[in-house]
């Protein structure tokens, strides 16, 4: 099994920057594809980036490109979100999740990470 813990969640002013991380355990880490995702009270969940497992491909939601990266060191079995230019609207729950085939859906999640910004 491969369990997550996100942190560096935080309040933060419009414009501002934070960076989250994932951090994972098990040496498999380097095989699961992982994503962040987002939730806001009484909203859908919604999809933020992904990274593959090599850390060479990703793909970003269109409301956080150009102001959002995701990476990830293997070594340290940890994942980053580095979060520019925050907005309102980035406030949500922040969650980090991990598959091996995405297209099955993410089978691990960890517990989530808040992140408020105000304006």
């Known amino acids: 099994q491969v369990q997550l813990v996100e942190s560096g969640g935080g309040l933060v002013q419009a414009g501002a920057s934070l960076r989250l991380s994932c951090a994972a355990s098990g040496r498999t880490f380097s095989s699961y594809a992982i994503a962040w995702f987002r939730q806001a009270p009484g909203k859908e969940r919604e999809f933020v980036v992904t990274?593959?497992?090599?850390?060479?491909?990703?793909y970003y939601a269109d409301s956080v490109k150009g102001r959002f990266t995701i990476s990830r060191d293997n070594a340290k079995n940890t994942v980053y979100l580095q979060m520019n230019s925050l907005k309102p609207e980035d406030t949500a729950v922040y969650y980090c999740?991990?598959?091996?085939?995405?297209?099955?859906?993410?089978?691990?999640w960890g517990q989530g990470t808040q992140v408020t910004v105000s304006s």
């Open positions: 990274i593959s497992s090599s850390g060479r491909t990703t």
């Open positions: 999740a991990a598959g091996v085939n995405v297209a099955r859906g993410y089978d691990y």
